[in-house]
T-cell receptor
Framework: AQSVAQPEDQVNVAEGNPLTVKCTYS??????LFWYVQYPNRGLQFLLK??????LVKGSYGFEAEFNKSQTSFHLKKPSALVSDSALYFC?????????????FGAGTRLFVKA | DAGVIQSPRHEVTEMGQEVTLRCKPI?????LFWYRQTMMRGLELLIY????????DSGMPEDRFSAKMPNASFSTLKIQPSEPRDSAVYFC??????????FGPGTRLTVL
């Protein structure tokens, strides 16, 4: 069965500093990985995805994520955080080999960027 | 495109009443998903459709919940009878094939 873990409930970072939001996953086949962001009272918005290819994926708003197969991780990163990046971030995984489109979401990590 | 449209945005009802949530997916998308979000349980997939056909409803909590997709542009999630523990934000999302999902703004349901 597929699963995803976000070990940190909350990440605090100062504006201008680099940020990392961690994610690890478990699938039986090949993973299809996503990051989404949720602002207050809004639906989730897509940030980036990894299917295959380059392990470093670039997405919206200056975010990027690195796929590490040996560590089964897909951490979200940004070189310089903005106060406006403060939101709830979700990592998600789909098992390409199951043939289904069931996407499992992590519990979410709340990012606080302090000015 | 207007994105995924959900209605109503807020619903307050009393225990035992029937609740119907509505969703209009993005035109051309062939997958539609219903999720429930709560503080305790996070984001849970309830059911998803492909080309209007339910594919996986294993996340539907119990028989009080039902979902339909009569055509490519409309889906409903019905709770009958509603209970206080059904209070949550319900999201509809759509996607095309192997692409990312686009989420609607959600319906905040409160069952008193």
């Amino acid at each position: 069965a597929q699963s995803v873990a976000q070990p940190e409930d909350q990440v605090n970072v100062a504006e201008g500093n680099p940020l990392t939001v961690k994610c690890t996953y478990s699938v039986s086949g090949n993973p299809y990985l996503f990051w989404y962001v949720q602002y207050p009272n809004r639906g989730l918005q897509f940030l980036l995805k990894y299917i295959t290819g380059d392990n470093l994926v670039k997405g919206s708003y200056g975010f990027e994520a690195e796929f590490n197969k040996s560590q089964t991780s897909f951490h979200l990163k940004k070189p310089s955080a903005l106060v406006s990046d403060s939101a709830l971030y979700f990592c998600a995984v789909r098992d390409l080999n199951t043939g289904g489109f069931k996407t499992i979401f992590g519990a979410g990590t709340r990012l606080f960027v302090k000015a | 495109d207007a994105g995924v449209i959900q209605s109503p945005r807020h619903e307050v009802t009393e225990m035992g009443q029937e609740v119907t949530l509505r969703c209009k997916p993005i035109s051309g998308h062939d997958y539609l998903f219903w999720y429930r979000q709560t503080m305790m349980r996070g984001l849970e997939l309830l059911i998803y459709f492909n080309n209007n056909v339910p594919i996986d409803d294993s996340g539907m909590p119990e028989d009080r919940f039902s979902a339909k997709m009569p055509n490519a542009s409309f889906s409903t999630l019905k709770i009958q009878p509603s209970e206080p523990r059904d209070s949550a934000v319900y999201f509809c999302a759509s996607s095309s094939s192997y692409n990312e999902q686009f989420f609607g703004p959600g319906t905040r349901l409160t069952v008193l």
